[in-house]
Structures are given as C-alpha cells and as structure tokens.
C-alpha cells in the first residue's frame, strides 16, 4: 500500500483564501453557542463520537467548536481537512486504514485512531474554502448514503449561514467603509440609517429580500420592513438612543417578523450596530431571512430526535428519558415489543403497505399509554413503552395485554384487512436493573422469551433468562475458537435391519471436544451453532467428513453402507445446496445412494421452496431423502406429496410409548402404513429394549437405530464393533471451511 504524502496539497489562491479567512476573525476565539450546537447536533444525526468545524489557517488546523475532542489544533500537513477543502464536494473517507492517502497518517496509526472521517468544505461568497465540517469515528462505516450526503450539506449551509453574520459583525467593527464594502456583495441585506432612523444604505441583497429597490427605500423610514401591526415602537427607541439613551438591541441577534412590498410577513434574523458620523449616531442592520434556516433546523431536530415513519421519538430520546427517569430513582416498567406477521405484510403488499402499518400501529400505542409516558421505535417493527411510575408487575401485564389486544384488532389499508399480532417482553425498575442499558437488554431478554413462547404474548423479565442468554453468549464466543481449532468430530449411530440385526448404516452425529468441558453432545451447542455464522460451514464440514468415513467402511467390507447426515437450515438458506452436495460426492468418490440426508419439520416448513427444488433435484442423483421425527410437530399429509421422500424416521417418543399406550402404537402403525401407500422405506429412533425391537418387528418396520443396537461413538469404536478396521476419516478440513 502507498505512503502517505505529508504534505497537503495544493490549494490555488492560497494567500487570497487566508486572507478570506481572516475576514472572520475566528482563529484563537471562543466559539459561539451557534456553532458548538451545529456539531453535537451533527454527531446526534450521524452516531459519530466525534464532530467539529475545522479551520485551515496558513500552518494549521484550529478546531474552532468541537465535541468528542480534546486537542484543540493540529499539524496542518496531517489534517484530513487539507484535503478536503481542496475539492467542492464532500470528502468521505470510510476506512482510513485502506485508503493510500491516509493509512499512514499519524491521526490513523495512532491517537484519535481515525477510521472513518466526512468532511464538506465551508466556502465564503468569493468561493474561498476556509475550514470544513467535518465527522471523525474510530470505527469504519460501510457506507455513507445520498441522504446522508444531503444531511452534512445542510448541516454546513448553517454554519456557513452563521459564519457570514460573523464575518459582517466584524467588518462593521473595523471600519464602515470596510463594513459598506463587504455589504455591497454579501448575501445577507444590510441596512443602514441616520439618528432619525431614515435608511441611508440598503444593498441588493435587501432589494430582493424585501421588494423595495435602494432608490424606493432610501430616505423611507426603517419602519418600512416591519408589519403595520409593529410599527411605532422601532422609531422611539431610535430618537432615544440619538438623544444620548442607551441602545437595546445594538451589538445582539434578534428573530423578528418582518414585511414584504406585497405584504407578505416573514421571520428574520437582525444584527444591529451604531457608529457615530460626523458627531451623531448611525445604525447598520444585517437582515436575513430564516424562513429555510427554521425549516431546516427542525428537519434536522426532527431526524435527530423523532423517528422520520413514525414520529414517534427515536432510540436515543428514548434512552436519554429513561436515564432520566431512573437517576431520580422513580419506578419506571419498560415495554419492548415486535409485531408478528410483520414480515408477511411486507411481502404480500409492499412496504408501503408496511409502513403505513407501522404508523397505525404508532397511534394504537399512543393510544394506550398516559400522558407522562412514552412510547418509541427503535427501528424495523420493535417498539418501547415507558411507564412512568409504574413499578407493579400486575400493572404493567394489563398494560401488555391491552397493547397485544390494540395491535390484534384488524386495519384497512389500501383495500386490504391486515391482522398483526405482537409479543411483548416486561421489565420493571429498579427491580429488573439500575441502568437505562440494563432494563432495556432485560425487556429484550423477556421479549425474545415470548416469541419463543408461540408469540402474541407477554413476558415478564426473570433471572434466568440473563443466565441462559450469558450461556448463548459464551456458547457463541467460544464456536469461533472451536471451528478454528477444529474442536468438532463426529459420532456415528449404527442403523440395522430388524429383521436380522445386519448393519445397514449409519446416522453421522456432530459432537464438540470442548477442552474444558469434554466431549459435548448437540443440545449443549446445536441452537447457538445454528444461528451463527458458523452454521453453513460447518454443516458442510459434517456432510464432507461424514460421506468420506462412509467411503472407508464400504471399502472395508461393508459394500452396501449407508450414511445418515441431518442438513440444516443455513445450508438451504446458501441457495446451493444441490451443488455442494454434488461436489462432496464427487470429491469424496461416494455414490449418491449411499447418502441419505435427513430434514426435519422445522427446515421444510421455514424453507419450503427452495428446499423442494434442492431435493428433486438431489433425489435426481439418486440421494435419499428421509424426513426426521415424522408425527411430532404440525406436518401435514400434503408435504409427502411434495418433497421427494425415501424414508420417514418414526420418532423415539412413539418407540418409547408403544409398551403403555395404545395410542402411540395406533400412531407407530399409520406411520408404517403411510410408508407402504407412499412406498417409503421407515426406520424406528430410539429402540432400547427388545420388547420394543420384537414390536416393531412384528408391525413390519424394516429398521431401526437405538442404545439397543449402539450407542453414537467415535469412528474408531464404531469399526471395532462392526468389524470395519481402524480407518477413520476425521479430518482437520473445518477450519479452512469456516
């Protein structure tokens, strides 16, 4: 990668742009409440650390109103802003250590530790660029949109708004020619007038402001901008102050209404100074209109506090109210809830669909709380409700109960009746937390409980579910160092023939060789390793892995062996598991028929349409299909119509009952049956006994695995019991999977 250039480059008109820059005289002075508002609103809207208006002077960068920075000026030749003032558009910088221009920079390599920086040029009228505003993070951003180009632009035509008042308040304390000079081509109106308060200067900018030419407005009185209404009281303070009074409003900023030539009544923002010509007092206004400037400090307020869809106040309002609330100690019950069925509004009519929803869905919430509570998005379809002075639990489940019943009632949008659900987590202070943070991460606790609970109801925050979310997390920490250490290995299950007890297989079962904990089965890890990142690789490692010992036990004397391997939902989810499957038979030289993959009733239904196309089309190379567990959760009849199915596995829950129940005997006999009207081989889990092995076998099951014939073991044991030789095929290939 290139070295950084230390010098900045080349900026054209160099004398003439610091020149430009003294005008304001900025350079070692306190920056004015303005201009600090301007950035911490900037770090607000944009979630920097860091944010601040930068001036270049000749040798150096002066950060003249800042948050999130110590240091007050740098080294000019290793400013960002150098470089961004050389250009008329935005410099966005969204990885510092990756661009040549900057990777080596000292401000990267060492403290502040700049990863992303966006800074726009501030330019004067004249075109000269004399700082920038600029947005600083130690973290990199993977992009920086349109809107939020649209956003820092607006941001910097307010500075710069404030920045020519500043500029015109300094000319007029130099001297009055200087002051008429600049007034001439500022954008701003400038006003002058006598002891009598006749106007005796008005510039272009005034002519278009108000309407009234310099020859119209000359000599008029400066009640001429003002409404008819707010006429009188301007004169008298004027004919006091040239009678020797002290003036009022000379040397501060004013928000005034003022008056059109058609009439029109606008708000303005004035500046007035007195000077005295010839032994009397004479005044100058800087006049300018608001009217945008107000507009667009309440679109940005708005964007920085309210939610744009909603307008329901944003995560940080929210954070910052419940911080509040909780340093006063005063009882306080959190409400986080999601909607449920959200998703499928935006997939059947659109997301304009969708967010028309979500604004309803906004005023139904408001509707339930009080008028000292609150209630806020914080993105996508999750919402916060805070109770104030709420810290009973029976209170606030009938708070839930009535938002779950307000959601649930249906709403027409666009000719169509919506019905959505919510489910709703509860945490209350200071019982559940003594941080905003902390109640917050309990009510999520207890919101992700509800929907594990079957959805569209409340749960209230316990103990145990921060242990059982600390267990995840250190579960899913610890899988990282698993897959890089290759700590996983298989067990495998013997499948056999009832009707002679002949090895005809096996089931391929992930075990992790935790080095503290020792051999873990699947129940400890399974669910963590399938919602990480981790899922698909290492699936795919267990399908590699497993078809390859397969191959050693056919060649060891066991011609007709077949593997068992339980696909899981991230493999579907890739797009390609047809093609990976393909790939791993063809590099591990096993025949498709010796391969059966197991799916069970929750990745069939999550993944209905492309998991059917994936299996015909696998069925097609004459791999097996066995559906998993069949009978013990909602599958219907319809889906052996679908799927391109060789076997059902009827499930251990059934083989165990048969003994004691009719009913699962009932259940274990319509599964056979099934089988032979779909001519579909079936195979009993979990035999242990051989009361449970001679049913079977008498009802007419063809296989079976269980503690009967073996236990899940290493590869190794697994030859020695079946006489397969000591081969084994664990390979140390996860690691470059993952």
Same mark, same amino acid.
């Given at each position: 990668?290139?070295?950084?250039?230390?010098?900045?480059?080349?900026?054209?008109?160099?004398?003439?742009?610091?020149?430009?820059?003294?005008?304001?005289?900025?350079?070692?002075?306190?920056?004015?409440?303005?201009?600090?508002?301007?950035?911490?609103?900037?770090?607000?809207?944009?979630?920097?650390?860091? +944010?601040?208006?930068?001036?270049?002077?000749?040798?150096?960068?002066?950060?003249?109103?800042?948050?999130?920075?110590?240091?007050?000026?740098?080294?000019?030749?290793?400013?960002?802003? %150098?470089?961004?003032?050389?250009?008329?558009?935005?410099?966005?910088?969204?990885?510092?250590?990756?661009?040549?221009?900057?990777?080596?920079?000292?401000? !990267?390599?060492?403290?502040?530790?700049?990863?992303?920086?966006?800074?726009? &040029?501030?330019?004067? #009228?004249?075109?000269?660029?004399?700082?920038?505003?600029?947005?600083?993070?130690?973290?990199?951003?993977?992009?920086? /949109?349109?809107?939020?180009?649209?956003?820092?632009?607006?941001?910097?035509?307010?500075?710069?708004?404030?920045?020519?008042?500043?500029?015109?308040?300094?000319?007029?304390?130099? @001297?009055?020619?200087?002051?008429?000079?600049?007034?001439?081509? @500022?954008?701003?109106?400038?006003?002058?007038?006598?002891?009598?308060?006749?106007?005796?200067?008005?510039?272009?900018?005034?002519?278009?402001?108000?309407?009234?030419?310099?020859?119209?407005?000359?000599?008029?009185? !400066?009640?001429?901008?003002? &409404?008819?209404?707010?006429?009188?009281?301007?004169?008298?303070?004027?004919?006091?102050?040239?009678?020797?009074?002290? &003036?009022?409003?000379?040397?501060?900023?004013?928000?005034? /209404?003022?008056?059109?030539?058609?009439?029109?009544?606008?708000?303005?923002?004035?500046?007035? %100074?007195?000077?005295?010509?010839?032994?009397?007092?004479?005044?100058?206004?800087?006049?300018?209109?608001?009217?945008?400037?107000?507009?667009?400090?309440?679109?940005?307020?708005?964007?920085?506090?309210?939610?744009?869809?909603?307008?329901?106040?944003?995560?940080?309002?929210?954070?910052?109210?419940?911080?509040?609330?909780?340093?006063?100690?005063? &009882?306080?019950?959190?409400?986080?809830?999601?909607?449920?069925?959200?998703?499928?509004?935006?997939?059947?009519?659109?997301?304009?669909?969708?967010? *028309?929803?979500?604004?309803?869905?906004?005023?139904?919430?408001?509707?339930?709380?009080?008028? /000292?509570?609150?209630?806020?998005?914080?993105?996508?379809?999750?919402?916060?409700?805070?109770?104030?002075?709420?810290?009973?639990?029976?209170? *606030?489940?009938?708070?839930?109960?009535?938002?779950?019943?307000?959601?649930?009632?249906?709403?027409?949008?666009?000719?169509?009746?919506?019905?959505?659900?919510?489910?709703?987590?509860?945490?209350?202070?200071?019982?559940?937390?003594?941080?905003?943070?902390?109640?917050?991460?309990?009510?999520?606790?207890?919101?992700?409980?509800?929907?594990?609970?079957?959805?569209?109801?409340?749960?209230?925050?316990? #103990?145990?579910?921060?242990?059982?979310?600390?267990?995840?997390?250190?579960?899913?920490?610890?899988?990282?160092?698993?897959?890089?250490?290759?700590?996983?290995?298989?067990?495998?299950?013997?499948?056999?023939?009832?009707?002679?007890?002949?090895?005809?297989?096996?089931?391929?079962?992930?075990?992790?060789?935790?080095?503290?904990?020792?051999?873990? +089965?699947?129940?400890?890890?399974? @669910?963590?390793?399938?919602?990480?990142?981790?899922?698909?690789?290492?699936?795919?490692?267990?399908?590699?892995?497993?078809?390859?010992?397969?191959?050693?036990?056919? +060649?060891?004397?066991?011609?007709?062996?077949?593997?068992?391997?339980?696909?899981?939902? +991230?493999?579907?989810?890739?797009?390609?598991?047809?093609?990976? !499957? *393909?790939?791993?038979?063809?590099?591990?030289?096993? #025949?498709?028929?010796?391969?059966?993959?197991e799916i069970t009733e929750t990745i069939a239904l999550h993944h209905d349409g492309e998991l059917v196309a994936a299996l015909h089309e696998l069925r097609g190379y004459g791999v097996g299909i066995a559906f998993d567990d069949y009978g013990t959760g909602y599958a219907s009849l319809s889906m052996l119509k679908r799927f391109p199915l060789t076997r059902l596995k009827i499930d251990r829950s059934f083989v165990t009952g048969m003994l004691?129940?009719?009913?699962?005997?009932?259940?274990?006999?319509?599964?056979?049956?099934?089988?032979?009207?779909?001519?579909?081989?079936?195979?009993?889990?979990?035999?242990?006994?051989?009361?449970?092995?001679?049913?079977?076998?008498?009802?007419?099951?063809?296989?079976?695995?269980?503690?009967?014939?073996?236990?899940?073991? #290493?590869?190794?044991?697994?030859?020695?019991?079946?006489?397969?030789?000591?081969?084994?095929?664990?390979?140390?290939?996860?690691?470059?999977?993952?």
């Amino acid at each position: 990668m290139a070295s950084i250039v230390r010098s900045e480059p080349l900026i054209a008109g160099e004398t003439a742009r610091i020149a430009a820059l003294a005008e304001y005289d900025l350079i070692d002075t306190e920056a004015a409440p303005a201009f600090s508002q301007i950035v911490s609103l900037a770090a607000r809207l944009f979630q920097v650390p860091t +944010a601040f208006i930068s001036l270049l002077d000749r040798d150096r960068q002066v950060f003249h109103a800042k948050v999130g920075l110590d240091v007050c000026e740098t080294n000019r030749d290793v400013a960002f802003c %150098s470089h961004a003032i050389a250009q008329f558009e935005a410099l966005i910088v969204l990885d510092a250590t990756i661009d040549a221009r900057f990777c080596n920079n000292p401000l !990267v390599t060492g403290a502040p530790f700049i990863r992303f920086y966006a800074g726009i &040029p501030l330019r004067t #009228p004249s075109g000269h660029a004399i700082g920038t505003l600029c947005l600083v993070d130690t973290k990199p951003k993977e992009y920086f /949109s349109a809107i939020d180009l649209q956003t820092l632009d607006e941001l910097a035509k307010l500075a710069l708004d404030r920045l020519e008042l500043r500029r015109l308040e300094v000319a007029d304390r130099s @001297s009055q020619s200087r002051f008429r000079h600049i007034a001439a081509t @500022s954008p701003d109106g400038i006003i002058c007038a006598d002891a009598q308060g006749f106007i005796t200067f008005w510039n272009g900018s005034a002519e278009a402001l108000f309407g009234h030419s310099a020859a119209e407005a000359a000599g008029q009185p !400066v009640d001429l901008i003002v &409404p008819e209404r707010l006429r009188g009281g301007h004169g008298c303070g004027l004919h006091r102050i040239a009678a020797g009074g002290k &003036p009022r409003l000379v040397g501060t900023t004013v928000e005034l /209404s003022a008056r059109h030539r058609d009439g029109t009544e606008f708000p303005i923002e004035l500046s007035l %100074s007195m000077w005295k010509e010839g032994g009397t007092a004479a005044f100058g206004a800087i006049v300018r209109d608001i009217r945008k400037r107000r507009a667009d400090e309440e679109r940005l307020f708005r964007m920085a506090h309210l939610d744009p869809l909603t307008e329901l106040p944003n995560r940080k309002v929210l954070h910052r109210r419940l911080t509040e609330i909780m340093a006063v100690a005063s &009882p306080v019950t959190v409400l986080m809830l999601d909607l449920d069925g959200f998703k499928e509004v935006n997939d059947s009519y659109g997301h304009a669909v969708g967010d *028309a929803a979500l604004r309803a869905i906004a005023r139904r919430l408001l509707a339930c709380i009080g008028p /000292s509570d609150t209630a806020a998005r914080l993105g996508g379809d999750e919402f916060v409700l805070l109770l104030h002075d709420l810290g009973d639990p029976l209170r *606030a489940a009938e708070v839930a109960e009535t938002v779950i019943a307000a959601i649930a009632e249906p709403f027409e949008q666009e000719g169509q009746v919506l019905r959505l659900g919510s489910s709703i987590g509860i945490a209350l202070a200071p019982a559940h937390g003594e941080g905003a943070d902390e109640l917050l991460s309990c009510a999520d606790l207890a919101l992700y409980q509800a929907k594990s609970d079957g959805k569209h109801c409340h749960r209230l925050f316990v #103990p145990v579910l921060r242990q059982e979310a600390c267990r995840v997390r250190t579960c899913r920490d610890e899988l990282g160092r698993a897959v890089e250490r290759g700590e996983f290995m298989l067990f495998y299950q013997p499948q056999v023939r009832l009707s002679d007890g002949v090895l005809v297989g096996a089931e391929a079962l992930i075990r992790w060789r935790h080095p503290k904990r020792g051999i873990l +089965a699947p129940i400890a890890f399974l @669910s963590v390793l399938d919602a990480s990142r981790y899922a698909a690789p290492v699936a795919d490692w267990v399908l590699k892995t497993a078809c390859a010992q397969a191959v050693r036990w056919r +060649a060891a004397g066991a011609s007709d062996f077949r593997i068992g391997v339980n696909l899981c939902g +991230a493999q579907v989810q890739r797009g390609d598991l047809a093609e990976t !499957v *393909a790939a791993i038979l063809r590099d591990t030289g096993l #025949p498709a028929a010796a391969l059966e993959l197991e799916i069970t009733e929750t990745i069939a239904l999550h993944h209905d349409g492309e998991l059917v196309a994936a299996l015909h089309e696998l069925r097609g190379y004459g791999v097996g299909i066995a559906f998993d567990d069949y009978g013990t959760g909602y599958a219907s009849l319809s889906m052996l119509k679908r799927f391109p199915l060789t076997r059902l596995k009827i499930d251990r829950s059934f083989v165990t009952g048969m003994l004691a129940s009719d009913e699962d005997v009932t259940i274990v006999q319509a599964i056979l049956q099934l089988g032979c009207g779909f001519k579909l081989a079936v195979i009993a889990e979990g035999i242990e006994t051989e009361e449970e092995h001679a049913l079977l076998r008498n009802e007419g099951c063809q296989e079976g695995q269980g503690y009967l014939f073996g236990k899940p073991m #290493p590869a190794d044991a697994f030859a020695t019991r079946f006489g397969l030789g000591l081969a084994s095929a664990e390979m140390k290939g996860l690691t470059a999977a993952g």
